[in-house]
């Protein structure tokens, strides 16, 4: 007689806390890629001559191809089309390969003439050949780590729904902060014993050990699958999956609901992500230190956040008030870069530094572990994977054109200082631009949260209400 299967791994703590681990263990690695080059900024000045406009554009340059060329509303359908663990291959392929791109055009090799620098340098000569190769590099690395992004989050899904979701997903991205804490040590750390190609060739070669934890969860996500299909077979499943169709999109874009989550999404991003670039500089010119104390101060940003995210995730699946935290988060983020831009130099101590910088970390928490476990609640599970793109790709237009907009907004507003640090003066830029700029976008996400709370009161989607289903 043929054993009946009743449960499946999902059902087993173990098992689904490991196929989280395994999941963060990459976005982990993946985020440290991301900022590698972000605590460098002043050695790449002097070094490659990257001005902060060409600094900006080649961190907006992540985003590139999932903006222009639609990279992620594709990534979103091919996950809902071949599933977590084939899309989680894929995009681990992605971040290896572009990475691998980008550590080759700041390598000493290419800077000292190597293959493609004369064609690289014969064009839009006021962007150094280095810059453009790290572009097309990163490009290829953001299509990569946002597909993974998207493909993680939905993993989640499937193994946490109507479990410890926000928990979850609270772990996950507490898991890839420590990457961020780490490489802001690390990097500037690597960068003075041998030079930024270091920093970046470590960060490659832990990308391809990330590449291999997805290999590994390719088994458990399997095996789920097969467990899952018995059951159905069985008649124990009741919800029978549906096909996704490309025209289910429609019902994505015409929610009013979930377009106001993706407002909310881009602004609170532009002003975080974008802003963890500059910081370094910013703290190296608001508080004359080193890049490395600089950089080590800032760690303590993505610390906080590390600390606070799974733990408002537990709060969230049992009490709920998602919508409100939204609010919250917005508004401490506003706070903090007012802080950060109109704090007199004088009263600009080490110390309130470090406190706009925690609070900051605050508010990094209190939205994302909000943000991400609420999105299920607005889409139907067939789509979850492309809403969770579409969300993504609108967030991606935000933070590839807000680093260009910083960096030109840093130029404009310090007429002759990059010119001066190219002559070797020891001078200084003034952020209170830029900073004004972050705090406006934190202005715009706070009307958005507001918003929402009305529309979710109103239409009951249960924003406020706990995720676990007793
Ligand atoms: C930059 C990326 N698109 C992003 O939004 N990352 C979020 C995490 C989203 C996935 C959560 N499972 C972040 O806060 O890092």
């Given at each position: ?8 791994l999902?059902d ?8 989280l ?6 976005m982990f690695?993946?985020y440290?890629?991301?900022?590698v080059?972000a ?24 985003y590139?191809l999932?903006v222009?060329a ?7 359908i091919?996950?809902?089309?071949i599933?977590?663990r084939?899309a989680?291959?894929v ?5 290896v390969?572009?990475?691998s791109?980008?550590?080759y055009g ?12 004369d ?23 953001g299509?990569?780590?946002?597909m ?8 989640i ?7 410890e ?8 991205m507490?898991?890839?902060r420590?990457g961020v ?9 690597l ?22 934890t ?6 458990f996500d ?8 018995a ?25 009013k609901?979930?377009m106001?989550?993706?407002g909310?999404?881009?602004?609170f991003?532009?002003a975080?992500?974008?802003?963890q ?15 490395s ?8 940003f993505?610390i906080?956040?590390m600390?606070?995210?799974p733990?408002?995730?537990?709060f969230?699946?049992?009490k709920g008030?998602a919508a ?6 917005s508004l ?11 704090t007199?130099t004088?009263?600009?101590?080490f110390?309130?530094?470090l406190t706009?910088i ?9 939205v ?8 299920p609640k ?6 979850l ?5 579409i ?6 237009i935000?933070l ?6 910083i960096?030109?907004?840093?130029k404009?507003?310090n ?10 003066e020891?001078?200084?830029y ?6 004004l ?8 996400a706070?009307?958005?949260?507001f ?7 109103k ?8 995720n676990?289903v007793?």
């Amino acid at each position: 007689m043929v054993e009946k299967i009743h449960t499946t791994l999902r059902d087993s703590s173990v098992a689904r806390w490991t196929a989280l681990i395994l999941l963060a263990s990459t976005m982990f690695v993946a985020y440290m890629f991301i900022d590698v080059l972000a605590p460098l900024s002043t050695m790449l000045e002097t070094s490659l001559k990257w001005t902060p406009d060409t600094f900006g554009a080649v961190a907006g340059s992540e985003y590139f191809l999932n903006v222009f060329a639609f990279f992620l509303i594709f990534a979103g359908i091919i996950l809902d089309r071949i599933g977590v663990r084939r899309a989680a291959l894929v995009s681990g392929f992605l971040m290896v390969i572009g990475a691998s791109i980008k550590l080759y055009g700041i390598s000493d090799y290419f800077n000292a003439g190597g293959f493609g620098y004369d064609f690289f340098n014969s064009f839009w000569t006021g962007f150094p050949g280095s810059a453009k190769v790290a572009c097309i590099g990163f490009a290829i690395f953001g299509c990569g780590v946002e597909m993974a992004g998207v493909t993680v989050s939905k993993g989640i899904v499937k193994w946490f729904a109507g479990k410890e979701l926000a928990l979850a997903m609270g772990l996950e991205m507490a898991i890839a902060r420590l990457g961020v804490f780490a490489v802001f040590r690390l990097s500037p750390f690597l960068a003075e014993k041998g030079g930024v190609t270091l920093s970046v060739g470590v960060g490659t070669l832990l990308l391809l050990i990330g590449l291999l934890t997805f290999g590994v969860y390719f088994f458990f996500d399997k095996k789920l699958d097969a467990q899952t299909e018995a059951l159905r077979a069985a008649g124990d499943e009741t919800s029978q999956e549906e096909e996704f169709r490309i025209s289910d999109l429609k019902t994505i874009f015409t929610s009013k609901t979930f377009m106001v989550v993706a407002g909310l999404c881009v602004l609170f991003y532009s002003a975080i992500f974008p802003f963890q670039k500059f910081a370094t500089g910013m703290l190296e010119s608001r508080l004359g230190m080193t890049t490395s104390e600089a950089s080590s101060l800032f760690s303590y940003f993505p610390i906080g956040a590390m600390i606070l995210t799974p733990l408002l995730g537990w709060f969230i699946d049992n009490k709920g008030k998602a919508a409100s935290m939204l609010m919250l988060g917005s508004l401490l983020m506003i706070v903090c870069h007012l802080i950060f831009a109109l704090t007199p130099t004088e009263s600009f101590t080490f110390a309130i530094a470090l406190t706009a910088i925690i609070v900051l970390g605050v508010s990094f928490s209190l939205v994302p572990a909000s943000l991400w476990p609420s999105v299920p609640k607005l889409v139907d599970n067939k789509v979850l994977g492309s809403a969770y793109s579409i969300i993504f790709w609108i967030q991606n237009i935000g933070l590839m054109l807000t680093p260009i907009l910083i960096g030109w907004a840093l130029k404009s507003s310090n007429p002759g200082i990059a010119e001066q640090i190219a002559a070797g003066e020891a001078v200084k830029y003034n952020y209170t631009v830029p900073m004004l700029i972050f705090a406006g976008f934190g202005v715009a996400a706070l009307l958005l949260a507001f918003y929402l709370k009305a529309l979710d009161k109103k239409k009951g989607f249960g924003l406020e209400l706990p995720n676990i289903v007793k």
